[in-house]
Structure formats: structure tokens, C-alpha cells
């Protein structure tokens, strides 16, 4: 029941940590294997998404840490058949290409701030929990993965790529 209630946010989170498909449904196997195994242990201080939000970060984490995985934008996703696929869609790709690109190049730290505040939409208390530090530290690493992301991604809308 939790394995269908979460996979795809618990793969989708991964996915945005490594940029890599089959690594995170690797890994999101390894975070419900942890969760299942660690259940007892589920003090319930914070809401269940935020335990099992933090299971994550750390298991990608480790999985990257360990393994040094680094999977090229080229690797992700086969491209459709030509006929099926229209200028628009080609340009939007694209475009989350880049992004994801840019995403990818961040600190880990930044990296997984972003992803939980921008693209997952956790709040600053709730991520703060997952990271197990300060809001101001959320804060702050927010600030400084956007204004990364900021300083990547500029060039490329100046010159029409995004």
C-alpha cells in the first residue's frame, strides 16, 4: 500500500538527485526495502512523508556517494519515433534538458534543497526536517542553489535556448 501511495514521488525525488531513470527506480527500490525494514522504528515526531522523505535523500545520497554515478542527459530517455514527435516537443525537451542539466551540476546540497522546495513543493519546516537542520540553513541553501542555477541558466536564455 505505501510502495503504490509513494513510488512515483519517491522516484520522481531520485530522479531529480541523479538525472538518471534507472538508477532511481534502483534506489527508490533500496528506500521502500528500508522503509519496509525500519518501520517499527517510525516514532511518528513528524508527518510519514517527511520520514520517508529524509530515507530518501539519504539513500540517494549514499547510492551517489558510493557509487559516483554520473549518467549524461544523452543516456536519459530514448527518443520517440520522428513522425510522432513535433517541433514544439523537440524545443520543450530541449529546454528540460538544460534545466535538468543545470540541476544536475549543483552541489548536492543545493541541489536537494531545490529539488524539495521547487520541484517536490515542500516547505521550508518540512524540508528542514527531512535535512534535519535549521530553517535558516534551508533558507540559505535555497538562495544559493537558485542563484547558481541562475548564473547557469541566464546565458542559455540570452541566447535563445531556453
Not at 513522425?83 to 542539466?101: L, P
Amino acid at each position: 500500500m505505501l510502495v503504490r501511495k509513494y513510488q512515483n514521488r519517491v522516484v520522481c525525488i531520485v530522479y531529480s538527485l541523479t538525472g538518471s531513470n534507472p538508477h532511481a527506480e534502483d534506489i527508490a527500490q533500496d528506500v521502500f526495502i528500508k522503509v519496509y525494514q525500519n518501520l517499527a522504528g517510525f516514532e511518528k515526531k513528524s508527518a510519514f512523508s517527511t520520514w520517508l522523505y529524509r530515507i530518501t535523500v539519504n539513500t540517494t545520497y549514499n547510492h551517489l556517494r558510493s557509487k559516483r554515478v554520473h549518467v549524461s542527459l544523452d543516456e536519459i530517455d530514448a527518443p520517440e519515433p520522428f513522425e510522432k514527435v513535433s517541433i514544439d516537443a523537440i524545443e520543450s525537451k530541449e529546454k528540460q534538458r538544460f534545466v535538468t542539466k543545470a540541476i544536475e551540476s549543483l552541489p548536492f546540497k543545493y541541489r536537494m534543497v531545490v529539488v524539495l522546495k521547487d520541484i517536490e513543493g515542500l516547505g521550508y519546516a518540512d524540508i528542514a526536517k527531512v535535512l534535519k537542520c535549521r530553517i535558516g540553513t534551508v533558507e540559505s541553501r535555497l538562495f544559493r542553489g537558485r542563484e547558481r542555477l541562475k548564473k547557469i541558466l541566464t546565458p542559455l536564455m540570452e541566447e535563445g535556448k531556453l
